[in-house]
């Protein structure tokens, strides 16, 4: 079963693996008794429910839906790098194998109940922690996804949004920047089966659905 979940302004979002699209596209088109076509959008002939696919990362701009198909069977290599404050994964996908990677961890206190003149010490120590742990983990992801910046057709990102955004920050990443996709894969704690989940779910097409 495809699981849906709600899509802002409406409809909903699915997600399919690029081996069961066309199976997918033809149920679409049985329970609309038909559908007609305009770009990457589907509109059914029996109610005017609309499907609007989005290629995974990394493709381009495929103008209809077979370029959509022929591309999918072709996935490009991508860069995932996965950020939380106490962590780090980072990797070079080829298909939906993880071929480069590297996990870290990173110290960063926990959230105190302390009040007044100690709870500010305290967060201000974990702010100064969360800033060297963007730091380091900006080391290593300079490190495993520079020397392949000529051959990576895009980023993807997962995590925490403003952990990924601190990590990203560094000037050195701007190669990397200029590649990234603006959806963020939501991910646990970065970990290597992690990581190998992400390289899975970077390559489904993302299908909005209204109704």
């Known amino acids: 079963m495809v699981k849906a979940r709600p899509a802002a302004g409406g409809g909903r ?7 069961r699209l066309r199976g997918w596209l033809d149920g679409f088109y049985g329970r609309h008794d038909g559908a007609t076509e305009d770009g990457l959008t589907l509109t059914g002939t029996s109610d005017g429910d ?12 495929p103008a209809d ?35 480069t990677s ?24 974990r702010d100064n922690q969360a800033d060297h742990a963007a730091q380091k983990a900006a080391d290593v992801v300079a490190r495993v996804l520079l020397p392949h910046v000529p051959e990576l057709r895009a980023l993807v990102c997962g995590g925490d949004r403003a952990m990924v955004d601190a990590v990203l ?3 050195r990443l701007a190669p990397l920047v200029e590649l990234r996709h603006p959806h ?4 646990p704690e970065p970990r290597l089966e992690v ?3 992400a390289a899975v779910a970077a390559r489904k097409v993302r299908i909005h659905l209204v109704p």
Request: glycine fraction near 10%; charged fraction near 25%; avoid cysteine.
């Open 65 to 99: 839906l077979d370029a959509l198909l022929a591309a999918i069977a072709r996935p490009p290599r991508i860069g995932l790098v996965l950020a939380r404050k106490g962590a780090l994964a980072v990797g070079v996908v080829e298909g939906t194998d993880v071929s």
């Open 13 to 19: 979002w699915v997600e399919i693996s690029p081996e």
């Open 50 to 61: 609309t499907a609007t696919l989005h290629p995974p990362p990394g493709l381009g701009a």
């Open 102 to 125: 590297k996990v870290e961890r990173f110290y960063v206190q926990g959230r105190t109940a302390a009040g007044g003149w100690s709870q500010q010490r305290y967060a201000r120590r």
């Open 184 to 187: 963020l894969l939501d991910t």
């Open 195 to 197: 990581l190998r989940d």
């Open 169 to 171: 920050a560094d000037r």
